[in-house]
């Protein structure tokens, strides 16, 4: 590692260093790890790149961020060296101009990049997949989410009240990160589908609303069950328009009764699509123009819109949704590398 760009600062103590960081606005609020050269030099000991290297580029903002400065938010963030790697695949992910940085990060409607991790360093990071998925409590699902919303604000400049514009926004955009159930899932993995090879490690990011949680627990039925989750998608109050793409967060208790009746993720893809259907008289009855023509539309894109997540706690028909960033996006997946 030969190239370093960050300006070392001088502090009297750890504390002190956490105050100012906080004074000069390079946090989300909460306290930070003290960025010290040994910790983000143990951090850059975990991926095979130099410090200098681009990692992610805003060309709407004349932004390009380096290696140094995502292992200097990393620590900051509370990772350890080992999720540094997972680290790294997402700011790559959500540089793609398909995932449109810009415009999520920037709008008035509050998205946060969640991070889906795959594949087998998500189960050596001891990474949450089932109970409280979206909730607290695993350090590496809340520090690399973390890190990732700290790299958009200290080094793509989504500083809220600044070029981060939303009018309400949610928990998310302080971290927003999760691990799939591939082991307990009758399906191949998300991370698979969308083009990882079997055994392969990565990241999914996705521009998303706040995960909204629906409930079933009468439905025994595929129909029954997906029923539900096709509901909240075209429910006319979320912000995003007809021909996004979604999140279904399909728990253990629905996952059981979809295998038995033997359904492939094709097949519920193609259910959800075609029953997430809205009309000019639901937009109505929630007060909202309707600006799609005449006839109803349905809301995904198409069936390979509706990104089927297997995750979640046991006991209960309790799973959810996570809504889009209502302008031009797509979720974007790309490989880990680790070293070795």
């Known amino acids: 590692m030969t190239s370093r760009q960050a300006e070392l600062v001088e502090m009297d103590g750890p504390l002190e260093a956490i105050e100012s960081i906080i004074e000069r606005g390079w946090t989300d609020g909460l306290p930070v790890i003290p960025p010290t050269v040994e910790r983000v030099d143990a951090m850059l000991a975990s991926v095979e790149q130099d410090p200098a290297d681009v990692v992610g580029r ?15 938010n990393a620590v900051m963030a509370g990772c350890r060296p080992a999720y540094f790697p997972v680290v790294v695949a997402a700011v790559e992910a959500i540089s793609d101009p398909a995932f449109g940085l810009h415009g999520t990060s920037a709008s008035t409607a509050g998205a946060a990049p969640l991070v889906i991790v795959h594949g087998p360093i998500a189960t050596r990071l001891g990474m949450n997949h089932g109970t409280s998925l979206f909730g607290p409590g695993n350090r590496a699902n809340a520090t690399i989410g973390r890190a990732v919303t700290l790299i958009q604000r200290n080094c793509f400049g989504a500083i809220p009240g600044s070029l981060d514009r939303a009018i309400v926004g949610h928990a998310g955009k302080l971290s927003f990160c999760v691990a799939e159930s591939e082991q307990e899932s009758p399906w191949e993995s998300l991370g698979v589908a969308r083009g990882l090879a079997t055994g392969e490690s990565g990241v999914t990011v996705f521009a998303g609303e ?15 069950i997906l029923a539900t ?11 995003g328009a ?57 809301v995904p894109a198409s069936p390979d819109a509706v990104l089927v997540l297997a995750a979640g706690g046991e006991g209960g028909g309790k799973g959810a949704v996570v809504p889009p960033w209502m302008g031009r996006t797509q979720a974007v997946t790309r490989p880990i590398v680790e070293t070795g």
């Open 210 to 224: 706040a995960s909204r949680q629906i409930h079933n627990e009468t439905g025994r039925s595929p129909e029954e």
């Open 229 to 239: 989750y096709a509901a909240a998608i075209a429910d006319p109050t979320n912000m």
């Open 58 to 72: 805003l060309p709407e903002r004349r932004r390009a961020v380096v290696l140094e400065k995502l292992a200097i």
């Open 242 to 298: 007809p021909g996004g793409e979604y999140v279904v967060v399909i728990v253990p208790e629905h996952r059981e009764y979809l295998a038995r009746a033997g359904w492939t993720r094709r097949q519920v893809q193609e259910f959800v699509f075609e029953r997430a259907t809205v009309r000019p008289e639901d937009f109505e009855r929630a007060g909202k123009e309707w600006r799609f023509g005449d006839e109803p539309r349905r």
